[in-house]
């Protein structure tokens, strides 16, 4: 533990400050849900960034066409607020199948990202929204990448010296709006992914518009899975069509076998919750047209 | 009766509720050092050489110690474990130093610094490599790396197999699992002035570990002593010594100062005993009717690197084999071989987990095969009070078809049999199975005793020495009930000592779901023998006919009218002129009997029998298997606390859920791939279906108050239930455990039952 | 050795401050410092919630948790679940529902059940038992926990 420096800064420029000049391997620490893990297991980092207390980190809300969520913001917060549920249901759904009460109260967006986890749920949904994820930095002021950009691989990111993330954007979800997740395991949540597949579209003229769909935990990084995405766009949701995505979502996945499960499991997975995912839109399209609305 | 069968809280309760009862891992004495041991990274290797000087040089650090500086006595059933390893390690957890340091981190820092230098053997992973000729040698002379190896048989196979109309024959093979006590393995260990050890342990057998343990260290028994703190949980995996403990002990003995060790998750996950895995190869056989006819099984263990109780299971297994439904004619085989792995413990079910997942599965096989429903195939075998089995079980008391109806009732068996229900992406199923246990201990040492004292104060206030242990199950409550009902007073007039070797009298400890039982009876004698003096001295005292008294709300009573109050007629007693104390001491020995070479013999003096009956729902495109109920009939003999039965009823149905569903500590090429609770998944609370009890009482005619144990019994027959049911709802015969929707779902689509989704 | 940091905060209804390293997580703080020994380290991984803890008023895991984080906040363990001298509401229907056995789990348990009945006084069973999914327990099968919470959001 010797040398390890350690900060806590107020608010966002002395966060940005402590960065700036911050030897190699500096962190930041948020919830601490991963990093403390790490910790206790006796890995040390030559300095800490505590962000508990920077209030601009804490951003929850719309503006300016977009949902902003601070990169401070706890699934917890996410669960307990209306706007994300509206504009953002996806990203709600994943919050509600992540980790316990005990993870959610302290496990934060940014946290979520920058962990770069082949398995991060709120990452796979933001990637399926279409998030900017807005960095800052002291010499760089503010850029901003979408979330394959900045996710590049297990536990790297896109994230330079000095830089942390600030604020999430998720575009607002249109009324035709359609966001499906689905995660495996028999739990509603405590599972690390084997796969979990987020859907978002939209239908509209009864064709399908803008169809995202990211599957997680079964390649390197959150993954678009843009062959399916092709097989929907511009079509009528129909049960073949269904299983046209589905298996085109299994073809491009890139699992591997791990003590959880092997790579061919995870691929049946994928066509199984895509499926899942564009049965519920279609369904839900039935509801809509029988209730005339 | 007022208070055998009703709701009791548990006496140590409120100080569990407040977090103010301390366990080990809470508890620091003065001077106290913590111990850590290095354990192996190989599992089958040479150690060429240990390099302790890094060690000692880490700030703090008061003792490092290897093989070559203790006296290394080999221990175990096997006798073939050794606290410290100095020349070979045979698996992964194998404990080559320790170090006893100011802090926890100082001893796992100068643990990391010690160096090791290996020379890898040949390893062995399975028991069939194992025992092909010219196998690795593990254990040098044990030729053939067999330690072990059980036969029983009665009746005649060959003719059974005459007498079937139908025969069935499959493999089943049971994985590692392991017992996820929330409390991880921990000991203290501190010698006095005077040179007398005191050991605070976990143990579940206090007097056969002091004695055990008194070898090992190279003491006097009678110079140990036994604490036994609270402890987090224990399930039959402290049922024998492990090498950290007398490691503690030469820590201890080595800095003169007390030494206490608490295990990681990760090390208990790793370094603790796990349940018996094995492979049951079994033919069960009926007539043109479904009655059994035959049961032929042979089994093959993996003993690990080391023998602890695992390796002795079978002899709980073939009384499954043997005795489960009428079997006229049964032959049992079973080999223990050594291998690399790690080496299996006692786990609540003792094997008979294993043992029932095939036998219970067979007999939906022959029902099938017959075109009986499997409910009616079962009754048509079970058995009633008063038989005698082939194995020479006695059931004094059997409520076996009670059970099996009850469970059926409560599930709605008939109807859901019927037609398996469809669903869209899911299939419903139903399925059941029932079990035997031993309900009274179990013979397997000269005595299976337990002694008792009962004492009464001269404030009226109970106090009862028992010999047996309490490991979370709520005995020392149960006990105290029974006092309480014998001498007329509330629960909370009676305190139970039961944690110190220096004060308790002798006892086995707790197993073979023996406590209730054993230690019951044990009590009842003690506290009858009690209320005997007292009425006595009060018929003496008052002219009374002693006939007519008796005691009530701490009074002692002639019909409604109060003789006296129970504390003053004490003090008369003890301050009278011939002064009398009121202390009554028993010993009970159950009326079973060790079993001869053959395992004939009733080696229980009671039985516990049970049913379950689930329902499952299978999604076709995950696998995945959900459980939507299990209704669960007991024959209890009697309830004697609503409330902690209930407690152990749903906490081993969930546990047979977990070694069912989703329990399996993964080893490959012997080493544990999964030490967290991220990857060995125990069920949480939102995967727990609704569990229906309904207890059977037989009322026992030798139990206390009719009563039997069933510590065991509701973890026992799940797994043959459920798989029963996945096989009704999908037409799938699943062998292998545990049932994780991978599994199911390849059993699906290779049985054509779904489509590959990706073909 | 790192510098230690010193924190002011609300223990159990007590104002208290006390010098942490910076890594250190509630639970050693909690446990060493304070000599609360309610809260368990069962895992140290943030999977079994036997370190649960109440950061004002939301459940944390104390092993997880550094202990800088409860600098100027309300931090209650099991220990400050009592009503004074008597046991909470929850606490009694723990024990009269047979909820807990080993108990190691219950401090953990307990924690997690008082957030939940703060959030949904009168909680559904299907809120207690998610309520309840990041506490693992070993013994009772969660059937009797899952009552005992029911029941003390009936009172
Ligand atoms: C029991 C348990 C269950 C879990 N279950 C799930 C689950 O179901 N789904 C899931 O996706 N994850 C799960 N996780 C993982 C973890 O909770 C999440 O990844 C969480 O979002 C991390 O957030 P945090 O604030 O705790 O991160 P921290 O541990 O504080 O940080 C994680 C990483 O992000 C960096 N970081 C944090 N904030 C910023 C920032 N603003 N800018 C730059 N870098 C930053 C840190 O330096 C560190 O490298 C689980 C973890 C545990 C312990
Ligand atoms: S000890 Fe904190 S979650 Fe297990
Ligand atoms: S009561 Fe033992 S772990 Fe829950």
Redesign the interface.
Known sequence: ????G?V?PDNLAGALDALADAPEGTRV?AG??DL??H??AGKRFPR?V?V?RVSELQALRVWGGALEVGAGVTV?RLLRDAEVRRHAALLWQAADRF?????R??ATVGGNLVNASPAADLTLALLALDARVELVSRAGGVRSLGVDELVLGPGKTALGAGELVRTVRVPLAKPTAFHHFEKSGP????EISVAAVAVALRIEDGRVVEPRIACGAVAPVPLRVVPAEQVLAGRELTPALIEEAALAAAKVVRPIDDVRATALYRRRLVAAFVRRSLTAALDSQRVSHATGS | MTLIGA?I??L????????????L??LEVPGMLHGVIRRSDRVHARIVSVDVSKALEVSGVHAVLTARDIVNVPFGHGKDNTPLKGDRVRCIRDEIAAVAAETESAAAEACRAIRVEYEDLPPVFTVEDALKPGAPEIHAGRAGNLPFTYDYAHGDVAQGEADSAHVVEGEFVLQFMT??????SAILAAFDSEGRLTLTSLTQVPFLYRRDMAAIVGMSPEDIRVIQP??????GSKLDIYPFEPIAVHLARATRRPVRIVF??HEEFVSSPTRQPMRVRLRSGCDGKGRLTFRDAQLWLDNGGYTSWGATTPFVMMQTFSSLYRVPHARFHTKVAYTNNPYSGSFRGYGNLQATFAVESQLDLLAEKVGVDPLELRLMNSQETGEKTGQGLEFVSCGLRDCLESAAEMSGWRAKRASPALKGNVRRGVGMASMLHVGGGAKIYRSDGCGSVVSIDDFGKVTLVTGSTD????SETVLAQMVAEVLGVAMDRVKVINSDTDVKPWDVGVHASRTSYVAGNSALLAANEAKAKLLTAAADLYELPKGELSLSGGFIMRGAEKVDALDKLVRTLHFTGKGELLVTHSYFEPASVKQDAGFFGNVSPTYAFGTHAVEVEVELDTGQVRVLAVSAAHDVGKVLNA??L??QI??????GLGYSLTEELKIREGKVLNP???DYH?????E?PP?HFKAIETEDPSGPFGAKGVGEAPAICVAAAVANAVHHATGVRFTELPLTPERVLNGLIAAGVVRDPLA | ???E?EIRFTLNGRPVRTHV???M?VLEMV?ERFA???????????????C?VL?DG????G????A??VDGRVLV???G??HKAD?APL?KA?????A????????GM?V?AT??LAEHPHPSR?Q???????????????????EAVEDAGKR
């Open positions: 533990m010797t040398e390890q350690y806590r620490l601490g849900t403390m893990v910790l206790r800490l505590n508990a917890a980790a316990s009460p005990l993870v109260s302290r739990r509603p949540a405590l | 709701r809280p548990k140590d309760g409120p100080g569990k509720a407040t977090g103010e009862t301390r366990y891992s809470d017992h996820c006590c929330m409390g991880t609270p402890i987090g949980g224990a399930f990681s998750r490991i979370g199950q709520g409330m902690s209930e407690g749903e906490g081993g149905v969930v546990m967290s609770f991220r125990l069920l949480t609370a939102p727990v569990i | 050795m790192q510098p940091v390293p910076p890594t997580a446990r609360l020994t309610g809260s368990k380290l069962a895992c140290g991984e943030g999977e079994c919630g036997a649960a950061l939301e459940p944390v895991l092993c997880l948790t550094p800088v984080d363990t099991v220990e679940l009592r046991l606490q723990f024990l009269m529902e047979g807990v056995q080993c108990g190691f789990c219950t401090p307990l997690a957030a939940l299907e207690v038992r998610r309520g309840l999914e990041g506490n693992l327990c070993r013994c009772t099968g969660y059937v009797a926990i899952v």
